[in-house]
């Protein structure tokens, strides 16, 4: 038995004993008033839909495998199978996610299938009708070519089947929508509010990106953390909780669990748990999801439920099935989900490394519709003793909340006496401005310091003059 005959068998297995299910709600309706609850919890919307979805599969069986013909095709349609079978699997462990959410995956699901069913049948279709033309074709080429002195290729035009393809004729729902601008200014779109302000805005994408051990996942967990409470993260500020989902892509869980109860021991609050959920690899059965696949993508769906943050930490481990890193088409599948995340509602925040260059590592087309693109830097004067100590800077700030400027800051993460950890932080302007008087007060030249610090000669005068004006330095000192 193939791979996929032995999904459809395990799916209609599934379909079996739900369908059970199904015939015992309907017979309990017709005798009691009281809804009707399975031992095991599973309700009958749950039921019916995935017998609808497994129909679709048995449907469609016979249409995806004639379609098949080539290796490719072959392994698309296993993967299709397969993120069907990935919802079965969700629906057979019991609901991990709101009603609506799952209907909003099934459907989803559903249409998936129907795509690529009508899109692999019109491809063959095409295929055989280009193959059956071929000869005439090439005669009508070659006694073109020879009548107009032209021994180039003729260009094909797109049957009629093709134009009202590419144009959604025969799909309304793909038809493109055209605004005037009169409809565009009187369409109703909620202004975008601020979800840690003033930068991290509702429906927004964004980057965080430093170099490995600079303290990327220190920051995403203190946003994600602030955002799930309704707290602060250095200074930003989250108005209210909202559901976050945290994708750890590397931490080992004993790491994630001990950085999360050093958040949770240093503040005082209390806040609802459930708001910021988990999926770490660790505890999972399998990999974790691909987001470069259809399938990875639609079991992080089914887990989302209705966070309105994702974090997703980080793409080197979350992004997997890309031949070239530096290859913009590597990016294609996972920017066309996250610009889904955002039509429905949501935000998300990646992490990625940085690469030799110092830049975010890969293709700079991740940018392209990022609202918001953090960079982790080590202060001049860094050592390893010091931990997680940084500065953060903002490479790109798109609509801040407010109209407020988003200034550099420096941050460092101490240890009190009781053994709490707690952020601290200053200006980045404020923290050069003491590190130019103390290298000053050590003797150091106005080029030596500036070379010291990484900035300009200019930057070091500036700081002089004003610590003569205060009378931190004294008047005459070069």
């Known amino acids: 038995m193939s791979t996929t005959e032995r999904r459809i068998a395990e799916l209609q297995a599934l379909r079996g004993r739900h369908d059970a299910h199904v015939v015992a709600w309907r017979e309990h309706l017709a005798n009691s008033e009281l809804p009707y609850s399975p031992s095991n919890g599973r309700s009958d919307h749950r039921c019916a839909s995935l017998s609808r979805l497994l129909h679709v599969l048995v449907a469609r069986r016979e249409q995806l495998t004639a379609s098949a013909e080539s290796a490719a ?50 491809s063959a279709a095409n295929a055989r009708a280009l193959d059956d033309e071929s000869p005439h074709r090439d005669q009508q080429n070659a006694t073109a070519r020879d009548s107009s002195g032209d021994n180039g290729p003729r260009e094909r035009r797109a049957t009629d089947e093709e134009r009202a393809a590419l144009e959604g004729r025969d799909d309304p729902s793909r038809a493109l929508k055209v605004l005037t601008i009169a409809d565009l200014l009187t369409l109703e779109i909620p202004n ?10 509702t429906q927004s994408l964004n980057m965080l990106h430093s170099f490995r051990g600079f303290g990327k996942t220190h920051v995403a967990l203190g946003i994600g953390y602030a955002v799930a409470t309704g707290g602060t993260f250095l200074t930003w500020k989250a108005e209210r909780a909202r559901p976050v989902l945290y994708l750890d892509g590397e931490m080992p869980a004993a790491a994630l669990r001990d950085r999360l109860k050093a958040l949770v021991e240093a503040d005082e609050r209390d806040f609802d748990p459930a708001m910021l959920r988990i999926v770490t690899p660790d505890v999972q059965d399998g990999p974790m999801p691909d987001l470069a696949t259809a399938e990875g993508q639609l079991l992080v769906e089914a887990a989302i439920g209705d966070a309105e943050l994702i974090i997703v930490d980080n793409i080197s481990t979350l992004v997997r099935d890309t031949e070239r890193e530096n290859d913009a088409e590597s990016w294609r599948e996972v920017g066309a989900w996250a610009l889904r995340m955002r039509q429905r509602g949501r935000s998300v925040l990646f992490v990625h490394h940085d690469g030799k260059s110092g830049e975010q590592r890969g293709t700079s087309k991740r940018e392209d519709t990022l609202d918001a693109v953090i960079q982790l830097k080590r202060p001049a004067d860094y050592t390893p003793d010091q931990g997680a100590r940084f500065e953060i800077h903002f490479r790109k700030h ?14 460092k993460l101490t240890t009190g006496p009781d053994g709490r950890q707690a952020w601290i932080w ?51 000192a070069s």
């Open 73 to 122: 095709q072959r392994v698309n349609c296993e993967r299709v199978l397969g993120s069907a079978e990935v919802l079965a699997k969700i629906h057979a462990d019991g609901p991990i996610m709101p009603a609506k959410a799952r209907g909003n995956a099934e459907t989803r699901a559903i249409e998936l299938l129907d795509r690529r069913a009508e899109a692999r049948k019109r």
């Open 192 to 201: 975008r509010g601020a979800i840690l302000s003033r930068w991290l805005l």
């Open 398 to 411: 798109r609509n801040s909340a407010g109209g407020a400027e988003v200034k550099p800051i420096e941050a």
């Open 426 to 476: 200053r200006d980045i302007e404020d923290s050069t401005h003491d590190r130019v008087v103390a290298l000053h007060a050590d003797g150091l030249k106005p080029g030596e310091i500036a070379a010291e610090l990484g900035v300009n000669k200019s930057t070091v005068s500036r700081h002089l003059k004003t610590a003569r004006e205060y009378g931190e330095v004294a008047n005459g």
